[in-house]
Nanobody, 114 residues
Framework: QVRLVESGGNLVQSGESLRLSCAAS????????AFWYRQAPGKSRERVAS????????NYAESVKGRFTISRDKDKNSVYLQMNSLKPEDTAVYYC???????WGQGTQVTVSS
């Protein structure tokens, strides 16, 4: 059974950093395009970052460019989102997504206080 489990969310102060993890099971995540999305209260889900399975090319939403970094660890079968210089507007539930399986994780809450 394929599954994604996110972790690493927390309550932090503005300017601090967090690293989110997305652990895959039942498949090799490094062989698939993977995304991080987020959804803030009352807003639609927003694409944050992606990493290409062949080229390792990464893409970011304009709102997080220069602050967030997506990466993966083949040995740990995981994808990560390093978030620096966090702002209150980054507050959201963050989800990992693999479109080849239409697979979402359960999400992890990030709250940034001012």
């Amino acid at each position: 059974q394929v599954r994604l489990v996110e972790s690493g969310g927390n309550l932090v102060q503005s300017g601090e950093s967090l690293r989110l993890s997305c652990a895959a099971s039942g498949f090799t995540i490094s062989s698939h395009l993977a995304f991080w999305y987020r959804q803030a209260p009352g807003k639609s889900r927003e694409r944050v970052a992606s990493i290409n399975e062949i080229t390792d090319r990464t893409n970011y939403a304009e709102s997080v460019k220069g602050r967030f970094t997506i990466s993966r660890d083949k040995d740990k079968n995981s994808v990560y989102l390093q978030m620096n210089s966090l702002k209150p507007e980054d507050t959201a539930v963050y989800y990992c997504y693999v479109p080849d399986f239409a697979l979402w994780g359960q999400g992890t809450q990030v709250t940034v206080s001012s």
